[in-house]
């Protein structure tokens, strides 16, 4: 479990340092889905809200939504998973990041990594 | 729903790390470790596969060439002994009820090879299209069968299993011995690669998987890579591409349908209503089993059927049931969930690379 992260409930992660946060799925999200083929992201510019839908991610299997755990503007999108989605696999906490934001607003209702760890322990 | 059922080999499977699932009834591994690692390995080196769950039926006895013949689409009387051959069993409306392998062994001796969700309606159906004392049994459960497929799967073979099978050519069969059991060596797949179906009985099934993956060259695969792997050479899977439905000429076996014999669905088996088409979708995006497809001027035509991200060729395909008329057009549209992807038909199988045809040198 990443120490430095605030965990979403849908399997989303965030790294905030001041206004800016980077976004990702939980190393639990990604060996649930199994290999992913596919991920669709926001456009740099964009506006995501904390909670709603901000994009998808398929793997051989399964398709499901990415929810953005913060509201702001992308500033920066991973582009290297258009080409190299198994990245997100690879290292979900790091290469894997999916995009950056600039906060608009204080993030709320985040889990901590110890509620994060038990919600994905009872989740499967 | 009833507990999956096992098969011989998933104790095995389970305590080497498979996640499993309940398909067609039976606990199977859907991967041992990833679909795509399982996948490449499968293309470029040697696997094995668990498909004990298949069904296996023995017809025996004076007439069963004849009354087998009027069953199913295979003509049996070109069928000679240590051949097999894919074909149909179908209904009186020439929809598919199943497909499936028949094994000549001798004369008036056959093996049926079926899938495993339609075991029992498959027996039953065929039974009734047998003359009485003809001696039709379904020893499925005994039997057990493992699936050795990969470009490399002729050199596993050779080494872990005694007999020499270097002129074994496609869709023929061999017998051996395994550890004191007789085992049958069919060079057929599901993989459009080299390689062996291997049927046994199934007390000996734990001793030859392990052989085989105690080779460096051989993974075990699930049936996730075994779902991607088909459907990039355009195999159809029943309950999918294959149902009651549909004819073997929608499916796209029109040409299969060579037997003399007046098979029941004879008549209808020909009936083109509807084609299945391979789609090709350019980029990484798939569409999904049920997603609606559209002619150009958005107009529905048909239904993806099968569609998976392709690993070896890096874009997404898609089987499709498309109305006879539209089939003829080349650009299509799938309606997906969450968005519209352009799609190309394609003559298949999609990935043309496979060793399945591959002459082997002993």
């Given at each position: 479990m990443q120490q430095d992260l605030l965990y979403s409930k849908t399997h989303e992660w965030a790294r905030i340092e001041n206004e800016i946060a980077v976004v990702g799925i939980t190393d639990f999200a990604q060996e649930q889905l199994g290999d992913i083929t596919f991920v669709e992201l926001p456009a740099v510019g964009d506006t995501v809200e904390a909670g709603r839908e901000m994009g998808s991610v398929e793997s051989v299997k399964a398709a499901s939504e990415l929810y953005s755990p913060v509201s702001g503007e992308v500033i920066e999108v991973n582009d290297e998973l258009e080409a190299a989605p198994e990245k997100v696999n690879a290292d979900p906490f790091g290469e894997g990041w999916l995009i950056r934001v600039r906060l608009t607003e204080e993030p709320v209702g985040l889990l901590s990594p110890e509620a994060y760890e038990e919600l994905a322990k009872s989740d499967h | 729903m009833e507990n999956p059922i096992p098969t011989p080999l998933t104790d095995w499977n389970r305590s080497h790390g498979a996640k499993m699932v309940p398909f067609a009834g039976y606990d199977m591994p859907v991967q041992y470790t990833s679909i795509l690692a399982e996948h490449e390995h499968s293309r470029t080196k040697a696997a094995v596969f668990d498909i004990c769950h298949?069904?296996?039926?023995?017809?025996?006895?004076?007439?069963?060439?004849?009354?087998?013949?009027?069953?199913?689409?295979?003509?049996?009387?070109?069928?000679?002994?240590?051949?097999?051959?894919?074909?149909?069993?179908?209904?009186?409306?020439?929809?598919?009820?199943d497909d499936l392998i028949i094994y000549c062994l001798g004369v008036d001796e056959y093996m049926l090879v079926v899938n495993a969700s339609r075991i029992q309606v498959d027996f039953e159906a065929i039974k009734s299209r047998l003359p009485a004392g003809a001696a039709f049994k379904d020893v499925s459960v005994q039997t057990a069968k493992i699936d050795l497929q990969g470009p490399l799967a002729f050199e596993v073979l050779k080494d872990r299993v005694p007999g020499d099978?270097?002129?074994?050519?496609?869709?023929?069969?061999?017998?051996?011995?395994?550890?004191?059991?007789?085992?049958?060596?069919?060079?057929?797949?599901?993989?459009?690669?080299?390689?062996?179906e291997l049927f046994l009985p199934a007390e000996q099934a734990v001793a030859l998987w392990e052989a085989l993956v105690a080779d460096p060259r051989v993974m075990p695969v699930g049936l996730g890579a075994r779902d991607t792997i088909r459907l990039e050479?355009?195999?159809?899977?029943?309950?999918?591409?294959?149902?009651?439905?549909?004819?073997?000429?929608?499916?796209?076996?029109?040409?299969?349908?060579?037997?003399?014999?007046?098979y029941v669905g004879k008549g209808?088996?020909?009936?083109?209503?509807?084609?299945?088409?391979?789609?090709?979708?350019?980029?990484?995006?798939?569409?999904?089993?049920?997603?609606?497809?559209?002619?150009?001027?958005?107009?529905?035509?048909?239904?993806?059927?099968?569609?998976?991200?392709?690993?070896?060729?890096?874009?997404?395909?898609a089987l499709a049931y498309v109305d006879a008329a539209a089939a003829e057009a080349n650009n299509f549209v799938v309606k997906a969930a969450r968005t519209e992807l352009p799609a190309v038909k394609r003559a298949l199988p999609f990935y043309k690379n496979g060793t399945a045809r591959k002459a082997v040198t002993g």
């Open positions: - | 298949m069904g296996e039926f023995l017809l025996t006895g004076p007439g069963a060439a004849e009354g087998l013949g009027k069953a199913v689409t295979h003509d049996l009387a070109t069928l000679a002994p240590g051949k097999c051959r894919y074909g149909f069993l179908l209904n009186a409306a020439g929809g598919v009820i099978f270097s002129g074994l050519k496609y869709f023929n069969f061999a017998w051996t011995e395994f550890q004191g059991a007789r085992l049958m060596v069919s060079r057929t797949g599901y993989t459009g690669e080299l390689g062996y050479m355009g195999y159809p899977l029943y309950g999918q591409d294959l149902d009651e439905e549909h004819t073997p000429a929608e499916a796209g076996y029109g040409w299969l349908l060579t037997s003399p014999a007046e209808k088996a020909a009936a083109l209503r509807q084609k299945l088409i391979a789609l090709e979708i350019p980029g990484r995006r798939s569409a999904r089993h049920g997603d609606v497809v559209l002619d150009r001027n958005g107009e529905t035509v048909g239904v993806v059927t099968s569609a998976s991200f392709a690993p070896s060729l890096g874009h997404a395909v």
